[in-house]
């Protein structure tokens, strides 16, 4: 994608698609989400835009590392608002390998599902 100032400096597209069925365990739940972000590997800046329908959050946050179908300690928290949250958090860089490997995920919680009502991995573009 696009090139920062550094030789070696990239920005990268992500996107995960929240469901109940990417849960652990998996949910009932109707509602879903898409998640975009972009992240800069040189400032380790992640931006992030979550749009979701059918769940009222409680909390929603990045979880890692864990890959499809394990869980993780959360390692972000997004702050609330209606649909669609925008914003942006600095990783750590472990938190940045963790998430250009593909070994970090989205969650949606909700006073139904507080463990977890809807989520998914984040992957590259």
Excluded: W
């Excluded at 998996?26 to 979701?52: G, H, I, K, M």
């Amino acid at each position: 994608m696009a090139s920062s100032s550094g030789a070696n400096a990239q920005t990268v597209s992500l996107v995960a698609h929240l469901l109940g069925s990417s849960e652990v365990p998996s949910t009932q739940s109707d509602a879903f989400a898409e998640a975009q972000f972009t992240y800069d590997d040189t400032t380790r800046e992640l931006q992030y835009y979550v749009n979701y329908d059918g769940v009222a959050p409680a909390k929603v946050d990045v979880h890692g590392p864990a890959g499809k179908g394990e869980k993780a300690a959360s390692a972000l928290d997004i702050p609330l608002s209606e649909s669609p949250i925008s914003g942006q958090a600095k990783l750590t860089p472990d938190q940045g390998q963790e998430l250009l490997a593909g070994k970090m995920y989205v969650e949606i919680h909700s006073r139904a599902y507080p463990d977890g009502e809807i989520r998914g991995q984040i992957v590259k573009q």
